[in-house]
């Protein structure tokens, strides 16, 4: 919903940690390879994915216990890098040979989906081999493009402010439910006279929460079938973003990308900053300090633009076993034992059986259901568009001027127009 801190960041992260060690674990459960039926009736699945190594040994738990109450279909699986996992998808795609099922993000539905390659998943719902009952907050329909249920959620998360919260309680800074963009920048100068401390990593990159802000204004990001805002609209943005680190309010980029792979909060650059809420234990291993979730500023003191999603499963068009395709991503969202086998690594889990059967011990985690939950009770939440083809291609766009502007090589008329440029053409098909 991972690209800004987008909704693959933390994937990203976690993959650099891999080793030729995540490769073999791989091999050992049957990496590539075609999917098929054997003498025996034993049907065969191919499932790929991208993370690390700790994602990697928790989904092979699930799925021995797959196998072991389908004794009849057997999982071959492949995880990659996410870049890794894209190329290597891409590939198989345009040689006909994609995974029968496979992790995806909203990002790439409309693509694929005209691309002919994601399976329409309605049909098996129909057939009572894959139940869409029991989702939090709307996720059920999550997946759904132009009446087609091509992805079905494992996970949520939702953007938030992750602060450092004795620095915020120093600055004398309470962020509360329902405050204004007024009242934040407010906040910042405050933690930056008080404090010492930018109040922000900075907002350049952060493209969902532009997004949100987009949404707060009757916009988004995008729309069924382009971009949903206009030139005129990313120059505000990002002429505020570099005055923002002008005034000391936001982090120095140069700064922050000397301090990276660590984060600006963590590293002591910025009191907070603006990220997926289950990332929050990132922070909490980098840093030495305690770190809590802040609510979304508003422009009317109501209105966040939020929504809940997140990682999903989606089947391959070619798949020669829809049935049991079905019946496995059936399993990964609605058996409670999976969800404590995987935790929150995916997200919080989407339905409210896993949700009840992972009861988190530690105070992040805890924070983190606590957050999920305070967004459905408060009725912020509302339905995301899904992206259209080219989404992923404009996302990395943006990413990637942004931080060249937030590094002083571009201008910010230079930024936007490049933006769009590259974004018209991705968008074009």
Same mark, same amino acid.
């Given at each position: 919903?991972?690209?800004?801190?987008?909704?693959?960041?933390?994937?990203?992260?976690?993959?650099?940690?891999?080793? %030729?060690?995540?490769l073999?674990?791989?091999?050992?459960?049957?990496?590539?390879?075609?999917?098929?039926?054997?003498?025996?009736?034993?049907?065969?699945?191919?499932?790929?994915w991208?993370?690390s190594?700790?994602?990697?040994?928790?989904?092979?738990?699930t799925?021995?216990?797959?196998?072991?109450?389908?004794?009849?279909?057997?999982?071959?699986?492949?995880?990659?890098?996410?870049?890794?996992?894209?190329?290597?998808?891409?590939?198989?795609?345009?040689?006909?040979?994609?995974?029968?099922?496979?992790?995806?993000a909203?990002?790439?539905?409309r693509?694929y989906?005209?691309?002919?390659?994601l399976?329409?998943?309605?049909?098996?719902?129909?057939?009572?081999n894959?139940?869409?009952?029991?989702?939090?907050?709307?996720?059920?329909?999550?997946?759904?493009?132009?009446?087609?249920?091509?992805g079905?959620?494992?996970?949520?998360?939702?953007?938030?402010?992750?602060?450092?919260?004795?620095?915020?309680?120093?600055?004398?800074?309470?962020?509360?439910?329902?405050?204004?963009?007024?009242?934040?920048?407010?906040?910042?100068?405050?933690?930056?006279?008080?404090?010492?401390? %930018?109040?922000?990593?900075?907002?350049?990159?952060?493209?969902?929460?532009?997004?949100?802000?987009?949404?707060?204004?009757g916009?988004?990001?995008?729309?069924?079938?382009?971009?949903?805002?206009?030139?005129?609209?990313?120059?505000?943005?990002?002429?505020?973003?570099?005055?923002?680190?002008?005034?000391?309010?936001?982090?120095?980029?140069?700064?922050?990308a000397?301090?990276?792979?660590?984060?600006?909060?963590?590293?002591?650059?910025?009191a907070?900053?603006?990220?997926?809420?289950?990332?929050?234990?990132?922070?909490?291993?980098?840093?030495?300090?305690?770190?809590?979730?802040?609510?979304?500023?508003?422009?009317?003191?109501?209105?966040?633009?939020?929504?809940?999603?997140?990682?999903?499963?989606?089947?391959s068009?070619?798949?020669q076993?829809p049935?049991?395709?079905?019946?496995?991503?059936?399993?990964?969202?609605h058996?409670?034992?999976?969800?404590?086998?995987?935790?929150?690594?995916?997200?919080?889990?989407?339905?409210?059986?896993?949700?009840?059967?992972?009861k988190?011990?530690?105070?992040?985690?805890k924070?983190?259901?606590a957050?999920?939950?305070?967004?459905?009770?408060?009725?912020?939440?509302?339905?995301?568009?899904?992206?259209?083809n080219?989404?992923?291609?404009?996302?990395?766009?943006?990413?990637?001027?942004?931080?060249?502007?937030?590094?002083?090589?571009?201008?910010?008329?230079?930024?936007v127009?490049q933006?769009f440029?590259e974004?018209?053409?991705?968008?074009?098909?």
């Amino acid at each position: 919903m991972g690209t800004s801190r987008n909704v693959e960041r933390r994937t990203v992260l976690k993959a650099a940690g891999a080793t %030729a060690v995540t490769l073999g674990l791989a091999a050992t459960t049957g990496c590539g390879g075609d999917s098929g039926t054997s003498s025996d009736g034993t049907v065969t699945i191919r499932y790929a994915w991208w993370g690390s190594e700790d994602r990697a040994e928790r989904i092979n738990k699930t799925i021995a216990l797959f196998e072991k109450k389908y004794p009849k279909i057997k999982v071959k699986t492949d995880f990659q890098p996410y870049l890794d996992f894209w190329k290597k998808f891409n590939t198989q795609a345009s040689g006909g040979n994609p995974p029968d099922v496979f992790q995806n993000a909203i990002g790439f539905l409309r693509k694929y989906d005209a691309k002919n390659v994601l399976l329409d998943l309605s049909e098996q719902v129909k057939a009572g081999n894959l139940s869409t009952e029991g989702f939090r907050a709307g996720l059920a329909t999550f997946g759904e493009v132009d009446g087609k249920l091509l992805g079905v959620p494992v996970g949520s998360n939702s953007m938030a402010l992750v602060i450092d919260k004795p620095v915020y309680t120093k600055a004398g800074v309470k962020p509360e439910q329902g405050w204004t963009w007024d009242d934040f920048h407010a906040a910042m100068a405050k933690i930056r006279d008080k404090t010492g401390r %930018a109040g922000d990593s900075g907002m350049y990159g952060v493209m969902y929460l532009y997004d949100l802000y987009l949404r707060q204004n009757g916009k988004a990001f995008f729309k069924d079938d382009g971009l949903g805002f206009t030139e005129a609209d990313l120059t505000d943005w990002w002429t505020k973003a570099k005055q923002g680190v002008q005034d000391g309010i936001y982090a120095d980029a140069k700064k922050v990308a000397q301090v990276k792979p660590k984060s600006a909060v963590s590293a002591e650059l910025a009191a907070g900053e603006f990220t997926w809420d289950n990332f929050t234990v990132r922070y909490t291993s980098e840093g030495k300090s305690e770190y809590g979730l802040a609510p979304i500023p508003t422009t009317d003191g109501k209105k966040t633009g939020q929504y809940l999603g997140s990682l999903m499963l989606s089947g391959s068009k070619r798949t020669q076993h829809p049935k049991e395709v079905a019946q496995f991503i059936d399993f990964m969202v609605h058996e409670p034992e999976v969800a404590k086998i995987m935790g929150y690594d995916r997200g919080v889990p989407a339905t409210q059986a896993q949700f009840d059967a992972f009861k988190p011990t530690d105070e992040v985690n805890k924070s983190i259901a606590a957050y999920e939950e305070s967004l459905v009770a408060s009725g912020v939440l509302e339905p995301i568009t899904p992206h259209p083809n080219g989404a992923d291609i404009c996302e990395s766009a943006f990413l990637r001027i942004a931080e060249e502007l937030a590094l002083g090589t571009r201008s910010v008329d230079e930024a936007v127009k490049q933006f769009f440029t590259e974004s018209k053409t991705a968008l074009a098909g």
